[in-house]
């Protein structure tokens, strides 16, 4: 992929392999990223995925089920290995499989062994990662699509590059579509990666003020208020997750009252405290757990996720105008129709 321009955009090769008519996709969020986000994305033309980390096979045959009612586009399911007990990540992948889903994202750390299970049977795999070290190891075992991800992203991080000069290194180092992710939410941002030789841009903080995202609208309206300085990197939300996980979130009483941000703090050391609840399931302070529309309790305490992009984020709309304001921008900046392969080829 390296050596391409803004008079080669790479649309065609990324969007003919996913099946989407523009290089929009949408970040595999856990809880967030249910059905009726991705349906909408997918039907607005970008590449809709849904966030099933840790979720059971019951919910994710629900999902891809209501998924499939609502648009006949294609899409991945996002599962993180690193993050999910064996047991659960075996029946996730072989749920995925039976179902026929056509597309897999992973995250954290390479597997291999997952991506050849995925890449045995004949589906895509596409793997986020925050090191070019990760991106080798990825194409190694077989992905189809590297996602770039950079320190200005929302939620888990997991390297600590800037989105620019990791998706440059990545893009020198493999041969695969390179798709860069982190803080990126508008035309100009989609126009930028493309002329320096993305093959597209992956948003998760713009999707999540949406109205079809399954966050609880307090999330949504923080996001929408918010501006990138607002965010912090820090690793107190990592109940659930591996020692050491970062992620950044929006400030609040809980950062607010640690003094710093990225502390190294042990999950072994943390209290269990429930301070809110989806249903019967609690929700502990300290959890990667974001409030979904189902969460009651302190709201404001739980990790709120959102990118340094969330300055560039003006109210809560539908997904189909997000994507519409993302390709209209990228089109004034590139001056030419954004056109994808199933646009060009009609």
């Not at 062994?113 to 890449?119: L, M, S």
């Not at 190694?140 to 997991?158: K, S």
């Not at 709120?304 to 709309?317: K, S």
């Amino acid at each position: 992929m390296s050596g391409q321009n803004g008079d080669n955009l790479q649309l065609a090769p990324l969007c003919g392999l996913l099946g989407c008519d523009y290089p929009v996709l949408l970040a595999g969020m856990g809880g967030v990223s249910r059905w009726e986000l991705a349906a909408a994305v997918a039907n607005a033309g970008g590449f809709g995925m849904l966030g099933m980390v840790r979720e059971s096979p019951a919910l994710i045959t629900e999902e891809v089920t209501r998924l499939r009612a609502a648009t006949d586009r294609p899409f991945a399911v996002n599962v993180i290995p690193a993050a999910t007990e064996p047991a659960l990540l075996d029946a996730q992948l072989g749920c995925c499989l039976d179902l026929g889903v056509p597309a897999f994202t992973f995250f954290w750390d390479v597997v291999p062994d997952a991506v050849a299970r995925v890449k045995a049977a004949g589906r895509l795999v596409l793997h986020q990662v925050g090191t070019v070290e990760a991106a080798r190891a990825a194409e190694a075992a077989g992905a189809d699509v590297i996602i770039a991800q950079g320190i200005e992203a929302g939620g888990h991080v997991h390297g600590r590059r800037p989105v620019r000069g990791l998706t440059e290194a990545i893009l020198e180092t493999v041969s695969v579509p390179v798709v860069a992710s982190g803080g990126l939410s508008t035309g100009e941002d989609l126009a930028r990666f493309l002329s320096m030789g993305a093959a597209g841009i992956q948003c998760g903080t713009a999707f999540l003020a949406t109205e079809e995202a399954f966050a609880h609208p307090y999330h949504k309206e923080r996001v929408a208020a918010a501006t990138g300085a607002d965010t912090v990197l820090t690793d107190v939300f990592v109940l659930n997750w591996p020692a050491g996980a970062a992620v950044r979130v929006l400030e609040n009483s809980v950062t607010k009252a640690l003094g710093g941000t990225y502390l190294g703090h042990d999950p072994d050391a943390l209290p269990r405290e429930a301070i809110a609840w989806d249903g019967s399931q609690p929700r502990l302070r300290f959890s990667t757990d974001s409030p979904l529309r189902t969460t009651t309790g302190d709201l404001e305490a739980m990790a709120l996720f959102a990118g340094q992009g969330a300055g560039a984020i003006r109210g809560v709309v539908p997904a189909a105008d997000r994507i519409a304001d993302i390709v209209a921008g990228a089109e004034r900046v590139l001056g030419r129709p954004l056109l994808s392969h199933r646009r060009a080829g009609q």
